[in-house]
């Protein structure tokens, strides 16, 4: 293939919104070309899930031993400087793993900054490379916040690289990266303040359990300041400040502007070819097509309508292998993609929300469990957080679930089949999970 171009596909970003399709891709016998300018895998492996999840490990398990104390004697701590070290040596090989998969496959992986010529062109490195097919795949960025001082505070990347936990952490935000890091920050021994942009924490889930996650967070010494209206960081001798509201101000010793992430559409030549972006993104069609028919968009930075998520990425770019090997040329369809806040304890949905099925009861029920009190499996561990709610469809086929708890993102994983596949009462009754587990908890509650 690829007579008259160099490639088949280029791929521009080598995240997930590209390799989990690029490599089937080129397995199938198509020419492709990965143009990186940062390290191979993005943001995930790297400076997102990965590392996070490396992070968050000991933190969950120290949450739960804290819980036992009844039983576990002693009191554990956690050591920042050896969490950090056991993330960098997880996540290191991951990169790697990552470029000689691709290579393994055929696909040439090109080190630096991809710019659009022309609709078929791109300049990488002072070279220019043509393809037929064109994937945007760059990613988010940190949305640094336009005030005065922005330049004192720091990002997510530069915290999960710290040598030593600060004292005193101000977050700004109150999203994912916020409360997930501030659930880190305060296990590891720091002060934690986070000045909200509104009173809500994680909006995109249930209210009510987000109030729980907030509620336990203010128990275990985090503060939180509603509506806070940041508008300067400053810096007096070797002290910073928070400045917010009106003239109010808080010395801290490290900030995180966790305001939110933004499209990387600079400076990739989407003017010079006409693809149409604004800031959500670059627009796709059903197809992921952009505006100009062989270029498509993948993952975080296409405006898609999807949360962005590593699954979304995974989904779309296995989509577009898909669409380029004509093994379908139906529009997208997505399943119902799962998102979970690690806090601890964990946020997790799927499907219908809790806030939907109850401003349609005609159209769903929500059946909602405290765990604490039915579950004897969440009894053991002593967890005081622990509840669940299920919508059915007036067929009473499940379509939504949402629960909290330390085991929320195991509990949503194992119902995927039951509400995607919309398996029957009949299907599901001919499944028996192992005993005791999450799955045949939350199964069994059904
Ligand atoms: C702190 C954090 C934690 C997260 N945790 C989770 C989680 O637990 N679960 C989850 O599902 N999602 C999580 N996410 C989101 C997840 O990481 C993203 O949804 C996913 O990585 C998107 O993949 P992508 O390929 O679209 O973009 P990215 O992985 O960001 O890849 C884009 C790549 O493009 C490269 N690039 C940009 N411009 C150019 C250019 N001009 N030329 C060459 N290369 C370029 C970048 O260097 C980057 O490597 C997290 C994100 C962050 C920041
Ligand atoms: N567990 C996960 O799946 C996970 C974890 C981390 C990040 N992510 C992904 O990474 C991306 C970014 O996460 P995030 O937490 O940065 O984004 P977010 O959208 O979840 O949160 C942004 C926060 O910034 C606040 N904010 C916005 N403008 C502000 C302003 N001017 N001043 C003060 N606060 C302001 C918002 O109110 C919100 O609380 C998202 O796409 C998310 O899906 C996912």
């Known amino acids: 293939m690829a007579e008259k171009y160099d490639y088949d596909v280029l791929y521009i970003g080598a995240g997930h919104g590209t390799f989990d399709g690029a490599m089937p891709l080129a397995q199938k016998g198509f020419k492709i070309a990965v143009v990186e300018a940062d390290k191979i895998g ?32 002693g009191n554990l701590k956690i050591n920042w400087k050896n969490n950090v070290e056991n993330k960098r040596k997880t996540i290191k090989s991951l990169p790697d793993m990552i470029e000689n998969g ?16 022309d609709k078929h062109t791109i ?37 999960m690289n710290l040598d030593e936990m600060p004292e005193n952490i101000s977050i700004v935000g109150s999203g994912y990266i916020a409360m997930e890091f501030a659930t880190i920050a305060n296990a ?11 009173d809500r924490i994680l909006r995109q889930f249930y209210q009510p359990y987000t109030e729980i996650i907030m509620k336990s967070l203010e128990d275990k010494g985090v503060k939180f300041v509603k509506s806070a209206n940041v508008n300067k960081f400053s810096k007096e001798n070797d002290k910073l400040f928070v400045e917010y509201g009106n003239s109010q101000k808080q010395a801290t010793d490290w900030i995180l502007d966790a305001a939110g992430r933004i499209p990387n559409v600079e400076n990739i030549g989407l003017e ?12 796709v069609d059903e197809y992921l097509r952009t505006s100009v028919n062989n270029i498509y968009a993948s993952g975080d930075v296409a405006d898609s309508g999807q949360p962005k998520l590593t699954p979304t990425a995974i989904f779309q770019s296995t989509y577009l292998m898909k669409l380029f090997a004509k093994e379908t040329d139906a529009p997208i369809k997505y399943p ?24 349609k009861p005609e159209e769903y029920t929500v059946k909602e469990n405290d765990l604490t009190k039915t579950d004897w499996y969440r009894i053991m561990t002593n967890d005081t957080i622990a509840q669940n709610a299920y919508v059915y469809d007036k067929s009473n086929q499940l379509v939504g679930f949402t629960e909290i708890s330390n085991e929320a993102d195991n509990a949503v994983d194992s119902l995927l089949p039951v509400i995607e596949l919309k398996l029957s009462a009949e299907q599901t009754g001919k499944i028996v999970q192992l005993f005791p587990s999450i799955s045949s908890d939350t199964w069994g509650n059904m």
């Open 188 to 198: 590891s021994g720091a002060n934690v303040t986070i000045f909200m942009h509104s």
């Open 272 to 283: 010079n070819v006409g693809v149409e972006f604004d800031k959500k993104g670059i627009k």
């Open 336 to 359: 119902n993609i799962p998102s979970v806040g690690f806090t601890t304890p964990r946020i997790a949905q799927v499907g219908v929300s809790i806030d939907d099925a109850k401003a």
């Open 123 to 159: 300049n990488v490195n002072d070279n220019q490379i043509t393809a037929q097919n064109i994937v945007i795949a760059t990613g988010l960025r940190p949305n640094k916040l336009d005030i005065p001082g922005t330049e004192l505070a720091h990002d997510s990347k530069d915290f």
């Open 42 to 73: 993005g943001t995930c492996p790297n400076w997102g899930c990965n590392a996070k999840i490396a992070l968050d490990t000991p933190v969950k398990i120290y949450e739960q031993q804290k819980q036992m104390s009844n039983i576990l004697e």
């Open 102 to 117: 691709m290579q393994s496959m055929g696909i040439d992986v090109i080190k630096g900054w991809g710019k659009l010529i």
